[in-house]
């Protein structure tokens, strides 16, 4: 069974950290760009990282931008997103996406359910006083 799962999420006051694991079970996370994405209540789905299929390429959107860091790790099959100084304005459910197709190399941080066909089930995050 094809499967990403999410981890790591919590509550954390302003200017904490937290590091989210995205687990790939049922295929390798080998040449599959990675996206994380991130909802918030009343507010749509956004794109905060991706790495491409290379693992050479990291992008991040400029609200996270020297904040947070996406790293990948082949051995284990997992991606994983540090997020360091988060600010409430973080709090959202996070999601992990695969991009499975064979092109294009590069990620997208657009929730483009046409190239992002694997997705979890989320964690919370949570940052408050």
């Known amino acids: 069974q094809l499967q990403l799962v999410e981890s790591g999420g919590g509550a954390v006051q302003p200017g904490g950290s937290l590091r989210l694991s995205c687990a790939a079970s049922?295929?390798?996370?080998?040449?599959?760009?990675i996206g994380w994405f991130r909802q918030a209540p009343g507010k749509e789905r956004e794109g905060v990282s991706c790495i491409s299929k290379s693992g050479k390429t990291t992008s991040y959107s400029e609200s996270v931008e020297g904040r947070f860091t996406l790293s990948r790790d082949n051995a284990k099959n997992t991606v994983y997103l540090q997020m360091n100084n988060l600010k409430p304005e973080d709090t959202a459910v996070y999601y992990c996406?695969?991009?499975?197709?064979?092109?294009?190399?590069?990620?997208?941080?657009?929730?483009?359910?046409?190239?992002?066909?694997?997705w979890g089930q989320g964690t919370q995050v949570t940052v408050s006083s």
């Open positions: 049922g295929f390798t996370l080998d040449y599959i760009a």
């Open positions: 996406a695969a991009d499975r197709n064979p092109f294009p190399i590069f990620c997208t941080l657009q929730p483009d359910l046409r190239r992002y066909t694997q």
